[in-house]
Every structure is written in structure tokens, then in C-alpha cells.
């Protein structure tokens, strides 16, 4: 993942180019150059249409779907995509639940025209980040069948209550799918019910993908390399704008405290999320644990829903934490770089001497720090906090008070 | 430039503009197109173009806009309208519209006409239809409104109307401009839209092919005449003499007949022999069906030949005078004639008499030409040496012959085509001189087409389809392993062209043998386009749903078939293109060969030259079928050695050329996918139409400015 990460490969990883020609991409076709401002232009813009006062489904209802057919064992991404695909989705499992903890996931895998639930809606990530290692073991074979696996999610996302955003998310790894019917019926049934699909292709557009993601209002993406995989992936961490048609309701929540019985001996219990499991690993007994206000149930991580009485146990963090999407750090202002050149040398944030590839640097428009691309990015998209002005003593103050009341 | 990037509009815009303002100069615009889906594309532009009239000035320009079909596309006749075939669409609408007909039904009301042409024949002549665009299928319904057949409507209204849209063959093929693009004025603009075969049209529509089926039919039909001919003596004598006295008055006075009688054509007469009057020898009917039998006797032996003959038409002439006795005069007029004892013997289905039609048209056709044609008996297929089939061929050599009345009659004629190259090659061809002649490229905001030739397999075996080597099985597999190899990693549709059917079905036969053909359907499924056009039209529905629901489809079709035609592979129908050879035309054939001699004697092109010309005008036509608009995105990979060639490479159009860099060239099957690969995930990015803007779509502002109008000036190559 590390690896990934720094989007650096070793030389014989890297696919079939001819590096004398990429020399003259630049002075004229600007092929690779072009594509790149393209996508640049597109994270911005996605950036841009997020503001503050939308409306979103918190309370999301996510079904993973992968792709685990013969072509998920291609090696364009390394070492393979489908464990690429897993890296990669330990660490959105995790991310996810930590930026939305009041919602749930479930994951379905599709092969040899077939889908199979491996991971029922739930909202421990563990629980699926174990599903989806356990992917390793598989073997990829068959073609995969886009009908079935979004039958089989739609069944389980029809029993939800109207308030909560039903979502798939599919990873496609092949251009083909073989289904039993009429694919066009499933994708208006789906439309109907409200749910947004949305695809990441690993290879390339495919129709059916497209029109699915179109007629549900979700996103179609292709990834690029393994880190445009990982953004494409991680966008689908922000809440996406309810849909008009989902109702408002009150939702009751539990805030259990952690408790532990001090002073006497503290009478040792199992934990409800490992009372049925086998592998003896979480199965302890211990003292300590939240206590469900309402049945005193007791478990031993938030957030989960009560397996007594159904009632959702969250924290207040959790809460806090979803809270930052509604109202997110406002767009930076964008700035030619060539006009700035002489009064400003560094990223205020990262410190980074500004270079010749910097085209444009932003400026946040509350305290006037200018900042990098890669920073920009970061604020927005994970810290959701300037730095600029939470340093700054005036700006915090008024940037939290700023914040308080709702706006 | 591909189709879908506003060719047609920007012409129809061009125009319209000048008619409004120069009312007097140009009067009427022609735009001829070559199928029917695509003459009515050309029509909802217009609509569109008359809309945005409408917008900005507030009302629409006052002009009839309309289109001409045939029969069969254009009938609302409850029974005529079902049947399929168009011959048969015709000789029913004759027998139900024909003026004796219509009299006999005055008398005797158990004979059936058609209500619909009654309809426009009492009031619709005096009516002028409401400025506007008419569609077929407005046209239709304006005919079910007031009861009027849209045909003789559309037929009739072409005369005054501003804009025509019509098949090219409407004014190419001189047995049909003859009765319907006779009277259109002088001051008219004509445009031919996908003219790159143009000169295979021209060729085609003064070209007769004769063979012993033919001949049978027509000595029936020439029985039969002779039966009728024999009736009507005893019965009416006094027609026969009429129609005599017709005849020696002079042709003209015959064609006046009503405009439905005039279903028999009329090949390009000069007009002094339309003046002339009949020969004595072929006057009455008796003497002119024994001519007729003469002459189909002479045909008849002139087929019992063991060996090829090649002769002219001068030679033919003088071994007609010296067999039969028939000399060259009442040859050229024996079309003419036929069609005047038909009208005579009020022989309602002309249908059947279509052979001997042709008979006389290949009688006056070789009396009128002396030049450009040659006439070829072969007596059996090259195929099948061992069947003997005798065919005589009398064949157009040189194209300008039958576009020659075009150029003279029109003001302007302008000729365009998304893959008309080499350019200079046109002006050759069809003889004429142009005003001006320049090739456009496109402008992209991305590079959405990805030309490739690849010419080596993995094994690094040249691939190619030369004939050598076609049925070599390192390159047959190498194409299979190419084709697999696409096949996994381009989505939802390929399109596969081979250069012949026989090629098609050996290299698909060979791949059955090394499992190709089972690794391609793990991927997706496969369809082939057969001879037959019902079983291709049923293959290619199957493969686009196959595309529209994510299946994922191969389809392998041939160049030069139906297919590489009409068909538009848009978007997710076509990603990915490919090309198995270069589609020469069967270079042994006799009318090829006498074509290329004539070219070679007459306009100075080399062989070769018309050859390659030819081939790789079909390549282009075949790839650019993958892209159809500035969105779409494809790729066209030539598989074959010799694309790479500069000869081969310099005669693609432009905008594929433009694409086609040095590093595309001579890639192996391996390179091409790993290039293709990463294009393909680089044009599956979100692309918006922000992007396009002052790259490939300017708003007003961009077009004004200075810096754009220079770099329109630079692009727009010039050459007079």
C-alpha cells in the first residue's frame, strides 16, 4: 500500500513505452499532458460543486460489488487487480466507516455468472475488511454477471426505510456480462427504487456500465493507474447528495459511554459482536464495554447497531465527524502561477518550493495563505481545516465561531 | 472529416444563406446523398437549420424543403405499400396509375386504381405545398391527410421546389434523371454528400450485364408481344395505326404521353435523335418485334462461346450488320420504340418485361457510344471454370460519361465526402476541371481516433493479405491472435473487415481448426456477415444488442459489403475497428483490367496508381465507420504490411493521416494492445463540452477573434 501510495513502481512493473518517443509528447499532440490536465481539471471541479448547505444521505447503504472474474487476475495493475483491488479497499472499508460511522456496507462478488454475498449489511468495517481479505484465497475465473449481482444487492436494499441513501458501488474489472435477462429491465427497476449505482472500470468504458451509472445519478469512472484507481475509489467516501425523493425522519441513536466497573471485581462478559463468533480471537470475556441505553446490551466497539433492539449506538466523535460534510472548508481560490512568481516562493502548508510544472497555486480566501495543488487537495478532501487560518489566532476564532451555529 | 462533424449542415447553412440573399442567381439547391437513412439525416438538419432561421429572425425562410424516394419508400396504398420489393412496388403502382388504366376504369368500375393518385390528380396539381421541410415521413402523412399520393406530390413538386433532397442515382442514372430530374432549371447548386464511390455509380448506371436468364426471359416476353400484337390487330387495328402515324411524326410528339407512362426509360440521347423520326425498318409493330427477335437470336449465339472475347463496341456494330442484317440507327432507337408499343398494347405490368427492357437498353447504349465502353462475353465464372455461365458484359469504362449532363446543366456542382482522397484523383476520374478543391482536418480536443498499422505478429511474422501469403497459416493465426487479443481488451463492439468473402470464410474456416474462434467467444460474442442480406441484417440486430447490454460483440463483415457501406458503428457499436488486408479489387478481372487500360490511355493514370487509389478509399471508408462525431472515440488498426508503405499511407484522408504518426506505424500485435490499452482508459475520462471550447467548438466571440480567423486560414488548405 505504501508503495502505491508514493505512485512509484519498479522499472520492469511498468507497461510496455517506448521512452525515446515520450520526449516529444510535449511539443506538439500534448497527448499525455492533455489527459492529465483533464482529470486535474475534473478533481477540482468535483472539488467546486461541493459546498456547504446540501442536503446528503449520512445515513448511507453502501453494496460493494467486485468483480472477481478471469480478468481480475490481469497483471496491469500490480501485482494483480484483484489485489490491487483488495489493498486498496482494506483502506476504503476503514476510511469509509471513519467518515460516515452511521452507515453501513455489504459486499457482493460476482464470477462464473454468478454473485455471491460474502459480507451482509453491516456496519463493522472489520467484518468486511476480513471478507474481503479473505478475496486473496479465491481464484478469479468466469465472466462475472452485472444482472445478478445487482439483483441480489437490490433485494437486500428494497427492505431499507425510505431516509436512507441506498448506493452500489461496482468494481468492474471486465468489459463483459453475461446475463440471464433483459439487463435494461434491472437498471430501470433500480432507477425506480432509488438506488445510484455507481462504476469503477479497470479497463475501459463499457455501455452498459455508463447508461447504468447515467439513469441512477451515479458516477462512471476509469481509472488510469493504480493512484487514479485510489482516487476514483475514495470519492466515493464523501456522502453523495440525497436524492430529492428520500424523506427526512428522525432517527433514534444511542450514545452509550464506555464502562468500566471499577473499585470491586469487575464481572467478566462477552461483548454481543463476538458472542456468536468462532474463532475464539475476539471471543474473550473482559469488563469493560458500551452499554446500549436501552437493553444494556454490551459491545465492545462503536458504532454498531444494537443486535437486541435494533437501535443504532454511536458516538458523539462519530457524529462530529459526519457533521464536517455539511459544512466542508470553502473552495480555494485559484491563481496563475506566472503572476505570482515574485511574491510568493513556498506552500504555506507543506512547504514546497513552488517549480516551473506549478501552473496555478490556490489561496484560501479567509486568511490569504497560498497553497499547492497536493495541499489543496488534502484540506479539502481529509483534513477540513485550513491550516492558514487555524494557525492564525483571529481567523480560528472566527472560523469557529463561524461554524457553530448552524449555518 | 468523418461524418458527425457537421459537413452536411455547414453546407446546407452555406447555401440557404446565399439563396435568401442572391434569390435570383441560385434558385434551388440539389443535395444528393446515397441511402436513404442518410438522405434523411440531411433532412433533419435542414429542420434543424430552418428552426434556428425561425429563432432568429423571427419566421422561417419561405422555402419548400422536400425529399424524393422511391415507390416503395413512398406509398400509402394499404396493399401496394406491403409488398417488399421495390420492382414489385413499381409495376403495381403502375398498373393501378397508368393513364389507359384510369380511362378503362371510367367504364368499367371493377378495374382498380389508386384512390391516393386520384386524390392528387384532381386537386393537387393546382396546390402549392406550404413552405416548409418535408420528411418521408411527412410527406406520408400530408398524403393520408388530404388523400393525395405522396410519390406523384414529391414527384410533381420538385419542379418548383427550393430544396431537393434526393438519391444520387436520381440524377446520375440516366434512365431515371431522364423522367425526374429533366426539368430542374440551370441556376441550381447541386451537391453529391458521400461521393467517394461516385464514380462506381456513374460506371454502374451505364453498364449492362447479359446472361442466358435473360436472354430466355426475354424471348418469352418477346412471344408474348408478339401474341398481343396479333390481338390487337384483329381487335383495334386502328391503335396500331395511330401510333404509326405517332412515329412518323417524330419521337417528341410520343413523349408527351402523361408523366406515369413514362415508367420506360430513356438512356442519354442526344437530342437530334429524340427529333429524328423512327426508322422505317422498326415502325409498324410487326417489324419490330421481329427486329427485337433478330437481335436476341444474335445476342443468343454471341453467348455459345468456349473462350473470352473482348471486343468494341464499333466491331460489335459491324458483326450485328453483317450476321443479322440490323444496322446501327434503328438500334438507338429501339428503346424508345419499345417503350412506345408498350404504352400502344396497354401492357399494365412492366415488371415482367424488365429483361427485354434491358435488351434494348444495351441496343441503344451500344449504337450511341462508340468511346469508353467495351463489351466482354465470357463464358463461364472465374470461379467455377468448369460451369458454364456465359455473361455478356457491356461496360462503362469511363465515369464522366454519365456525369458529363450534370456538369454542363448545373451553375454549381460541388462533391464531398468524408473520405474522398487522394483529392486530385477525382477531377481525373470524372473529367472536369475544379474551381476549387481542399481538404479539411479536424480539430480535436483529444485525440479520439487512434490509428495503428500493425504489420507483425507476435512471432514477428509480417502479416498481410497479399496473395502470396493470404493462405499462410503463421499469418492466418497472427490475424486470429490480433483479433483475440482486441477483443479482450476493447469494450463492447469490434468490427472486423476482410478484403473478400472467400477470404473471410477460409480464414474463419482455419480459425475454427486453431480454437480462435472459442478463445474470441469467452470474450464476446460473433457475428459474420454473409452474402445474403436478410441473414446479415439479422446478424448485425443481434450484434448491437449484444452491444447495448454489455455482452460485448465481434462483427466480421467484408469491405466493399453492405455493411462498410451503410452502416454506422457510433460510439459503443464500434470501438475498435480493424482492417485484415488492403481491399484491392479482384485485380483479374476483364472489366477491371479494360477500365484500367482506358484510364491508363485516356487520363494518364497509371495501374497502380487507380489500384491503390481504390483500395484505400475502401480501407478509409471501412474505419471511419467507427467514428461518427467529435465525442465518439475509436481505434482503426490496418493489419497489414504494406498500409505502412508511403504510397498506401499518403492516399488515407487526411484526418486519419494527421493521426497516424510515425510511431503508430509498424507496431507488432503486442505493442498495439499495450497502446491501445492505455488510450482506451484515457478516453474513457469524463469529457465535457467546457473541454471542446476554444479548441474544437468556438463560441461567437472565439470565432471573431483575429488570432482564430488566421488559424482558419492556415487550416483550410488551399490548392487550385
Known sequence: MAEEEEGKEYRWETGYEKTWEAIQEDDEGLLEGSVAEIIQRAKRKRQAERHGNTRLGMMRHLFLVIDNSDCMSNQDLKPTRQLCTIKLLEGFIDEFFDQNPISQMGIIITKSKR???????????????????????????????????????????????SHASREILILMGSLTTCDPGD???????????????????????????????????????VILDDCHFRDQLFQHIDPPPAATFLDSSLIKMGFPHHLMQEGKEASLTMCMCHVDSTDGEG?????????????????????????????????????ARSYHHLFPVDNFKELEFRDMQDKIELCFACQKRFGEHDKHVYECGTCSRIFCLECDMFIHDLLHTCPGCATNHSTSQSMSNDSVPPR | MPSGTGKTVSLLSLIVAYMIANPLSVTKLIYCSRTVPEIEK?????????????????????????????????????????????????????????????????????????????????????????????????????????NWCPYFLARYTILHANIVVYSYHYLLDPKIADVVSKELSRSSVVVFDEAHNIDNVCIDSMSVKINRRIIDRSTANIQLLEQTVNEMKEDDAKKLKEEYQRLVEGLRDASVARETDVVLSNPVLPDEVLKEAVPGSIRTAEHFVGFLKRFVEYLKTRLRVQHVVLESPASFLKDVYQKVCIERKPLR??????????????????????????????????????????????????????VSNPILHFSCLDSSIAIKPVF?????????????????????????????????????????????????GNDQVAISSRFETRE?????????????????????????????????????????????????????????ETQ????????????????????????????????????DFDHHLGRAVLMFGIPYVYTQSRILRARLEYLRDQFQIRENDFLTFDAMRHAAQCVGRAIRGKTDYGIMIFADKRFSRADKRNKLPKWIQEHLKDSLCNLSTEEAVQISKRWLRQMAQPFSREDQLGVSLLTLEQLHSEEMQRKQQNTADQKL
Open chain 1, 115 to 161: 454473485a455471491e454475498k460474502i459480507s451482509e449489511l453491516a456496519g463493522n468495517p472489520r467484518k468486511h475488511i476480513k471478507a474481503v481479505q479473505q478475496l486473496t484465497q479465491v481464484a478469479c475465473s468466469g465472466e462475472p454477471s452485472l444482472q445478478n449481482a445487482l439483483e441480489l444487492a437490490l433485494r437486500s436494499l428494497r427492505m431499507l426505510p
Open chain 2, 532 to 567: 445474403d442480406a436478410a441473414e446479415t441484417s439479422l446478424a448485425l440486430l443481434n450484434y448491437i444488442r449484444a452491444c447495448e447490454s454489455g455482452r460485448g460483440a465481434v462483427l466480421l463483415s467484408v469491405a466493399r459489403g453492405k455493411v462498410s457501406e451503410g452502416v
Open chain 2, 42 to 146: 440531411v433532412l433533419e438538419e435542414l429542420k434543424k437549420l430552418m428552426t434556428y432561421y425561425e429563432k432568429e429572425r423571427g419566421q422561417a425562410p419561405k422555402m419548400v424543403g422536400l425529399v424524393l424516394s422511391s415507390r416503395k419508400n413512398m406509398c400509402i396504398h394499404p396493399q401496394v405499400s406491403k409488398e417488399r420489393d421495390g420492382k414489385i412496388v413499381d409495376g403495381r403502382c403502375h398498373s393501378l396509375t397508368a393513364s389507359y388504366v384510369r380511362e378503362r376504369h371510367n367504364y368499367d368500375d371493377s378495374i382498380p386504381i389508386c384512390s391516393f393518385y386520384e386524390g392528387f390528380d384532381i386537386e393537387g396539381r393546382e396546390v402549392q405545398l406550404e413552405p416548409g421541410v418535408y420528411s418521408l415521413d411527412d410527406l406520408k402523412e400530408y398524403g393520408q391527410e388530404r
Open chain 2, 472 to 528: 499462410d497459416v503463421a499469418v492466418v493465426r497472427n490475424y486470429g491472435q490480433l483479433l483475440v487479443e482486441i477483443a479482450t481488451i476493447v469494450p463492447d463492439g469490434v468490427v472486423c473487415f476482410f478484403t473478400s468473402y472467400l477470404y473471410l470464410e477460409s480464414v474463419v474456416a482455419s480459425w475454427y481448426d486453431q480454437g480462435v474462434v472459442d478463445s474470441l467467444q469467452r470474450n464476446k460474442l460473433l457475428f459474420i
Open chain 1, 183 to 221: 439487463i435494461s429491465v434491472t437498471v430501470q427497476n433500480l432507477k425506480a427504487q432509488g438506488v445510484r449505482c455507481s462504476v469503477i472500470a479497470l479497463a475501459a468504458e463499457v455501455h452498459i456500465c455508463h447508461k447504468l451509472c447515467r439513469e441512477t445519478g451515479g458516477l462512471f469512472g
Open chain 2, 408 to 456: 454542363d446543366r448545373f451553375q454549381t456542382v460541388v462533391i464531398t465526402s468524408g473520405t474522398l482522397s487522394p483529392l486530385d484523383m477525382y477531377p481525373k476520374i470524372l473529367d472536369f476541371h475544379p474551381v476549387i478543391m481542399s481538404s479539411f482536418t479536424m480539430t480535436l480536443a483529444r485525440p479520439c481516433l487512434l490509428p495503428m498499422i500493425v504489420s507483425k
Open chain 1, 283 to 319: 471471543g474473550r470475556l473482559n469488563s469493560g464495554g458500551y452499554f446500549c441505553p436501552q437493553c444494556c446490551s454490551k459491545y465492545c466497539e462503536l458504532p454498531v447497531e444494537c443486535k437486541a433492539c435494533g437501535l443504532t449506538l454511536v458516538s458523539a466523535p462519530h457524529l
Open chain 2, 333 to 386: 432507337f429501339c428503346h424508345e420504340r419499345l417503350a412506345s408499343l408498350l404504352r400502344t398494347l396497354e401492357i399494365a405490368d412492366l415488371t415482367d418485361f424488365s429483361p427485354l427492357i434491358l435488351i434494348t437498353h444495351l441496343a441503344t447504349l451500344v449504337s450511341t457510344y462508340t468511346k469508353g465502353f467495351t463489351i466482354i462475353v465470357e463464358p463461364f465464372d472465374d470461379k467455377t471454370p468448369t
